[in-house]
T-cell receptor, first 115, second 114 residues
Framework: AQTVTQSQPEMSVQEAETVTLSCTYD???????LFWYKQPPSRQMILVIR????KQQNATENRFSVNFQKAAKSFSLKISDSQLGDTAMYFC???WGSGTYKYIFGTGTRLKVLA | GAVVSQHPSWVICKSGTSVKIECRSL??????MFWYRQFPKQSLMLMAT?????????EQGVEKDKFLINHASLTLSTLTVTSAHPEDSSFYIC??????????FGPGTRLTVL
């Protein structure tokens, strides 16, 4: 069975600093995809970044980047130059490349950016 | 593009009544829609997968007679909570999938059962 683990329930970071959120997963699949979603207080889920497992290069989207370690089954999210608007719940999610492509979500990390 | 709406955004109902929540993909046709439930400060829990024109597939532990899902078209799925009780109070989120990967999420519906 596929599982996703986020071991940091809550984190805080000073504005303009850098923070890294951890995510590990367990799967026997080779073809899969990983995502980070942000859920601000509005509760709207917003895609932050995605990574295809077959790609060795780490995905980057502006201030957001991932450190994808396939052998270690680790998929951490780095937020650079943190902004107050980054305050939100962050969920790591996993899809494998067969079946119904259902998301497996982690338990989430609540990030608070401090002014 | 890829906007998903939900209606209503919040609803309060009396115990024993039924509530219908709509999920629409506004600018695309969704091959599959998903329904999630989220309790406060918790993750999203998948309830069911809905494909247009076919019966929904429910996750283990989700009562199909309690949570009726109808996927009438490629742009509309509905979730009806039948005979709602206070323990059904939660935040319900739908998502719609285009192709085989990314899901686009609706803004959610907060259900409070008195």
């Amino acid at each position: 069975a596929q599982t996703v683990t986020q071991s940091q329930p809550e984190m805080s970071v000073q504005e303009a600093e850098t923070v890294t959120l951890s995510c590990t997963y367990d799967t026997s699949e080779n073809n899969y995809y990983l995502f980070w979603y942000k859920q601000p207080p509005s509760r709207q889920m917003i895609l932050v970044i995605r990574q295809e497992a077959y790609k060795q290069q780490n995905a980057t989207e502006n201030r957001f980047s991932v450190n994808f370690q396939k052998a270690a089954k680790s998929f951490s999210l780095k937020i650079s130059d943190s902004q107050l608007g980054d305050t939100a719940m962050y969920f790591c999610a996993f899809i494998w490349g067969s079946g119904t492509y259902k998301y497996i979500f982690g338990t989430g990390t609540r990030l608070k950016v401090l002014a | 593009g890829a906007v998903v709406s939900q209606h209503p955004s919040w609803v309060i109902c009396k115990s024993g009544t039924s509530v219908k929540i709509e999920c629409r993909s506004l600018d695309f046709q969704a091959t599959t829609m998903f329904w999630y439930r989220q309790f406060p400060k918790q993750s999203l829990m998948l309830m069911a997968t809905s494909n247009e024109g076919s019966k929904a597939t429910y996750e283990q532990g989700v009562e199909k007679d309690k949570f009726l899902i109808n996927h009438a078209s490629l742009t509309l799925s509905t979730l009806t909570v039948t005979s709602a009780h206070p323990e059904d109070s939660s935040f319900y989120i739908c998502s719609a999938r285009v192709g085989s990967l990314e899901q686009f999420f609706g803004p959610g519906t907060r259900l409070t059962v008195l």
